[in-house]
């Protein structure tokens, strides 16, 4: 079994920062893609941002440009770097991971407990 545990939310005023950490930890093999996904009251759930193993990220139309997506494949981490935050950027933010497990063929996708990110003054 995986955990994936969410850390650095909380409340923020408009145009601050946060960085939200997230560090998996279990029978872990190998992680693949590793993603930030968030959903605010009354919405679907969203993808954020991706990074690949090797690297490779893509972002939201919406957060391009303010949020960086990085990993620590040494911690089985995964950051996301919020700037220049925006009162429509709250939400709870949840992270992803495709896990291949040691023991097991192929991957599981996890999903971790999320976040509280709020922007307001």
């Known amino acids: 079994q995986v955990q994936l545990v969410e850390s650095g939310g909380g409340l923020v005023q408009p145009g601050g920062s946060l960085r939200l950490s997230c560090a998996a930890s279990g029978s872990i093999f190998s992680i693949n893609a590793m993603g930030w996904y968030r959903q605010a009251p009354g919405k679907e759930r969203e993808l954020v941002a991706g990074?690949?193993?090797?690297?490779?990220?893509n972002y939201a139309d919406s957060v391009k440009g303010r949020f960086t997506i990085s990993r620590d494949n040494a911690k089985n981490t995964v950051y996301l770097q919020t700037n220049s935050l925006k009162p429509e950027d709250t939400a709870v933010y949840y992270c992803?991971?495709?896990?291949?497990?040691?023991?097991?063929?192929?991957?599981?996708?996890?999903w971790g407990q999320g976040t509280q990110v709020t922007v307001s003054s």
């Open positions: 990074i690949t193993s090797g690297g490779r990220t």
């Open positions: 992803n991971a495709d896990v291949a497990e040691r023991g097991k063929f192929g991957t599981e996708n996890y």
